[in-house]
């Protein structure tokens, strides 16, 4: 009866918590390598539920404000909860300023996006 609880449990949440430390490190002056934490609380029953797979991956959402650009959408499938989860995202315009917000998802809906992480991208080249 216990393992059907949690089968059910697992089958209604979406994810609880926002990911947290999101940054981005230009890796040339188009591409940005977006970085993540998801969190959990091994001493809360419902966070451990999570360990179980019920996220399914993350959107890693990239826009400009100011901008008309339209954002930069990923959906990432790759890490392990409670560690270090990245994507690479490209097409990024010299100059803009962009804000990155990551929200994991599960098949039931999306959790809380993250806070946004702020960074300009550099015009000059900064390979030379």
Known sequence: MWLWSI???????????APINVSAYMINQTTANISWIYPLDKNNPDDISLLGGMIKGFYVIVFAPLSMQPPIVHRNYEGTIGTQYWDIVGNLTPGTTYHAQVKAFTKKGDGKPSVPYIFTVSKEDFRE
């Open 7 to 17: 089968f059910v449990l697992l089958s209604i949440l979406v994810p609880l918590v």
